[in-house]
């Protein structure tokens, strides 16, 4: 895997459905060097400090190999990188390969992974698109979040290299889609494993606890 994209934004002021909206989403590509710290990407800002960066969602990835799919879906060829919102557009990532708590070496900086990304609806103003929050929920491709185990620097072309395995096997794919696909098969089990790993970011332990009536 390597860097293919880093995309930063400034939080911009838009209207929506009459409303004034701030958000950070409109991200695009910089060809400079960027500065991972444990809880954003300095020059990248957010609106929603309560629901994005923070600790357990320092940094977001996604994998450039969904961008063929999702043009062909929205049937929308103006679609580019960092316009899912990711801070990296990264090769070959897979969601159905990586663990929470996997530990990757991203440039400098060390990442560890800390939960899917669940979408809002600022997703769909950015893709222009109502439809786009049930899509990508039912894709199961959410992405990667991040936090920062050891802060550092990162430019396109970057090797992104595992340097721990979780010992377990809840990988992003099967637990956002334990919890979302109400036809898949032993969610319970899934998200109760989930649940006790110590990897796993609260917000993530908080849904979990909710749906499975944890006390």
Not at 61 to 87: D, Q, R, T, V
Not at 161 to 187: G, M
Not at 203 to 215: D, F, Q, V
Request: proline share 2%.
């Amino acid at each position: 895997m390597k860097i293919v994209s880093t995309n930063i934004s400034k939080v911009k002021t838009i209207f929506h459905n009459n409303k004034e909206i701030k958000t950070g989403i409109f991200k695009s590509p910089t060809s400079n060097e960027v500065v991972i710290t444990k809880t954003n990407i300095i020059g990248d800002q957010q609106a929603d400090l309560i629901n994005h960066g923070g600790e357990h969602k320092a940094v977001y990835a996604f994998s450039s190999a969904h961008y063929e799919y999702w043009i062909k879906e929205l049937k929308n060829e103006n679609i580019s990188f960092g316009i899912f919102g990711e801070n990296f557009t990264i090769s070959n990532l897979s969601e159905k390969d990586i663990c929470i708590g996997d530990q990757f070496r991203v440039g400098t900086a060390l990442l560890e992974v800390s939960q899917p990304r669940v979408p809002c609806f600022k997703l769909g103003i950015a893709l222009d698109n109502k439809s786009i929050l049930k899509l990508f929920t039912q894709h199961y491709c959410t992405g990667v979040y991040f936090r920062v185990i050891e802060s550092g620097v990162a430019k396109a072309g970057d090797q992104v290299i595992i340097e721990k395995e979780a010992t377990h096997n809840i990988s992003i794919r099967t637990l956002f889609q334990a919890y979302f696909d109400k036809s898949y098969i032993d969610y319970k089990s899934v998200l109760s494993e989930a649940y006790s790993l110590k990897e796993l970011a609260p917000e993530w332990k908080e849904k979990i606890k909710k749906k499975l009536s944890l006390n």
